[in-house]
């Protein structure tokens, strides 16, 4: 998106809708950290003027966006409900119905890409916004640097305790918001993608096709990082 402080909410929640039907991953919008920031501002000041039911539905997607670039971003305390009611006001009598708001999101978009079984509206919510921030843009490079030294490893929960504590700070916290089985599911996941990518057997658009519910984007890194490291080798031995 361009311009983001130049255009108003209903734009940015048009934007996102037309987006929406080529995404598998929310954090594919690759929003910049300012037009984010501009985000929440324009959905603080719809909550403040109106703060009707109709308008909260209407804008939950936007309110779905901002919530995953809170995790991506560190808006917030490191909180779900922070985010959450940040750009919504709270109201105990009205807490159910806008989460439940919130998780139609996803299927409404076909954005249910993990099967996420907890019974707890608000951790279902809180896990499919952890899903959709993935790992960051800018820790994508030292994830792949880790991923690399552990393809090895074939069980996704052995991999990822393998990894823990060597994970970047955000992408650590993303994923231990996750529930054990969609982490697992991710954590295989990515290890199969790298593996595909330093084969070098496989073009970007084959990658898409194989990998059809990982981010676009973290394939498109993942394989600019293994080209930069050819070229690094190359370089090296000349």
Sequence with gaps: M?????INLLQMQQYFEKRMDSLK??????????????????????????????DIEDYMLSVVVYNIYSLIYAETADDFDAAMWMVINKSQYMERMRLQ??????????????????PDLKSYCKQLTAIHAGIPNQEKNQFFELLEQHLDCEDGDDLYAEMY?????????????????????IFVKYRNMMIDVLSGNYTKEQLFEKYQKMSKSAIE???TWSNAKKTSCAVAYV
Excluded at 2 to 6: A, H, P, Q, R
Excluded at 42 to 48: E, G, S, V
Aim: a positive charge.
């Design 2 to 6: 361009e311009n983001g402080n130049k």
């Design 25 to 54: 991953i929310i954090s594919d919008l690759e929003l910049t950290e300012n037009e984010f920031r501009s985000l929440g501002a324009k959905l603080r000041a719809l909550t403040f003027f109106s703060g009707s039911e109709n």
């Design 101 to 118: 708001m919130y998780k139609d999101v996803f299927h409404i978009y076909g954005l249910q890409t993990f099967d996420v079984t907890t």
């Design 165 to 185: 504590i060597n994970l970047p700070i955000r992408t650590r916290f993303i994923f231990g918001l996750m529930d054990a089985s969609s982490r697992k599911q």
């Design 221 to 223: 890194r993942c394989l």
